[in-house]
């Protein structure tokens, strides 16, 4: 196993991850028109775009495929998202689950209000993976990453988690940590089924995650979820 180097990039209110190990993937894709600043925060970072291998989206949200099809056609990287995900990625269509908090449902309205005029462009998914059960997983050994990919539903059906041999885990908007969603780390204040969401994190800690990289906001030690989950 090698020591993954981790580099995360902030597109907007979301972020991505840069993962370099013999191979460097991406981890999701950002807001809408975020292309450009991508690339030049990963030059920054010292990783040319051009060395992305894969594209791994944790699920379809706008905020997390929005500059999908434009880092694809710069990266020239196949595309990879759970196969229940992959209409509505390559029909860009917008789509936020109901609040499950009272902030979150705050926050679903205010984004229902404007949500039909953001538009972004459809990407192909290249790569449509349909792990049926925890130990059903797709490993990433081919793209130069000791690590795999875990379905973990809840948030959305088909969200996905990248979880590495070091216990570093990618869980797109399986949890969130930080402004404005929640203000430490917890569960999603937008989920399909709250429960479903609890399971799957259990699911990633069962199979050795021990530090948590969200969607929005800073990582964190499994051990901030004691009592969450
Ligand atoms: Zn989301």
Same mark, same amino acid.
């Given at each position: ?9 902030k597109l907007g209110v979301s972020c991505v ?11 999701d894709a950002g807001p809408p028109r975020q292309e450009?600043k991508f ?5 920054? $970072? ?15 949200h706008m905020d997390h495929i929005g500059s999908l099809?434009g ?9 990879? $998202? ?12 917008t789509?936020?689950? &109901? ?10 309205? /205010?984004?229902?209000?404007?949500? &039909?005029?953001i538009?972004f462009? @459809? $990407? ?63 569960? @999603? ?26 969607g929005h906001?800073? @990582?964190? $030690? /499994? ?7």
């Open positions: 196993m090698s020591i993954p180097k981790i580099f995360r990039i991850y840069l993962i370099r190990e013999r191979g460097t993937i991406l981890v450009q690339v030049n925060k990963a030059r920054a $970072a010292g990783i040319d775009p051009e060395e992305i291998s894969l594209v791994v989206v944790t699920h379809a099809a880092i694809r056609t710069i990266t020239n990287a196949p595309v990879l $998202a759970h196969a229940g995900e992959k209409t509505i990625i390559e029909q860009a269509l789509e936020i689950p &109901k609040g499950v908090t009272p902030w979150g449902r705050v926050m679903r309205f /205010a984004i229902s209000l404007s949500e &039909k005029n538009r462009e @459809p $990407a192909p998914v290249d790569i449509a993976v349909e792990p049926h059960n925890p130990n059903d997983c797709y490993p990433l050994n081919r793209f130069g990453i000791d690590g795999k990919i875990v379905h973990t539903p809840g948030h959305t059906k088909g969200s996905i988690s990248l979880l590495l041999e070091s216990g570093d885990a990618f869980v797109g908007d399986l949890l969130m940590n930080g402004f404005p969603m929640r203000r430490g780390p917890g569960i @999603p204040i937008f989920a399909d089924d709250l429960e479903t969401v609890k399971n799957s994190v259990r699911v990633l800690l069962s199979q050795g995650a021990v530090l948590f990289f969200p906001g800073n @990582p964190f $030690a /499994a051990s901030d979820l004691t009592g969450i989950c």
